[in-house]
C-alpha cells in the first residue's frame, strides 16, 4: 500500500475560498491522503464549512482551536500529522490534481526529503508562472541554498514542498513572526541534505488585490531582514563562495521593507527609512556588479539612488498595473 501524505490547511475567515480548496486536495491523483483542516478561530462560516467538508471525505480531520495565526495553525496540525510525508496547502489557494502524485514520485525516485514544484500566480486578471525556466533536478544543501538565495527557479514558499514527516516534525514555524515561510526555509536547509526540485507549476497562489496593493505599512515586515541576516552569517561561515547569492536575497529583503515603507505619505518620517536608504546608499556599487541581480532591480537601485520621490511613483504605478487598475 501507498504511504500516507498528510496535508495541512490552516483555515481564517476564507469561507469563499475554501470548497475550492479542499476540493483541490480531495481529487489529487494520489489518494491515500489524510486531510488536516485547522479551523484557527475563524470569525465567518469556514470553521462551520469545514465541519461540512468533512462529512463528503473520510479522509478530512477537522480541529477547532482559538486563534493563534498562521505558523500556530500549521504547528497544530504538524503535531496531528500521522503520515510519512507532511505538505501544506493554504486554504484561499488550489492545487493541481497531481501535485503530491508527482511530488512523491520524486522523493522516491531521488530519495530525497524533500520535493518542491514551481507555482502559478493568479492574478485578479491573469495567470504568470512563477519561473518559466525548465529545470528538474536533485540539489545537495549548498546547491539548493544558491537556489534559495538567487530567488530564479524556486519561489521557496512552504506550500510548493512535500516534506518527510519526520523531517517536518522536528522544524516549528515561527508564531508572531511575519514572513514565516523564510524562517521556515532557514531551519529546513539546516536539516536536510539532498532536495529535488522541478518546474511543473502545480500549485496555484491567489494574489488577492488587497495583497497587491498593500494598503497600509506593518513594522513586522522588518521581520525580513532579521531572518535574511541569518541566511546571511550562514553563508558567511560556511559557504563563503555564495556570497552574491546572499547578497541579492538580502537585497530583495530591503527591497520589501522600503516598498512598504513608501505606502505611507509621509514616508521620510518612517523609523525605518533612512536605515534602509542606507543599506542601499552604502552598497549600491557592489549591487550593481552583481550576477544574479536583473537589470531592471539594478535600474531600481540607481532611481533610489538619485531620487526617491520619482522610484515612489514608479512603484505606485507598478502595483496599480498589478492590480489590473
Known sequence: ??????????????????????????????KNLEIILVDDGATDNSGKMCDELA???NRIKVYHKGNGGLSDARNYGVERATGEYIGFVDSDD????EMYEKLYEAIKKEDVDVAECNLKIIYPDRIELFTEKDYHKVCSKKEYLEEYLKIENIFGSACVRLIKSDVAKKIKFPVGKLYEDTYY?????EKVDRYAIMNNPYYNYLMRENSITNAKFNPRIFDLIEIVDKFHGTVYK???????????????AYFSVLNSVLLEEKFKNNSYYQLVMNYFKENYKELLKNKYINRNRKLSILLIKMNINLYKKVLMRYKAVLAGN
Do not use: G, H
Open 55 to 57: 462529512k463528503t471525505d
Open 238 to 252: 560556511d559557504y563563503f563562495s555564495l556570497k552574491e547569492a546572499a547578497d541579492c536575497r538580502k537585497m530583495y
Open 185 to 189: 526555509a532557514y531551519d529546513l536547509i
Open 1 to 30: 500500500m501507498s504511504e500516507m501524505l498528510s496535508i495541512i490547511v490552516p483555515v481564517y475567515n476564507v469561507e469563499q475560498y475554501l470548497e475550492r480548496c479542499v476540493n483541490s486536495i480531495i481529487n489529487q491523483t494520489y
Open 94 to 97: 488550489y492545487i493541481d490534481e
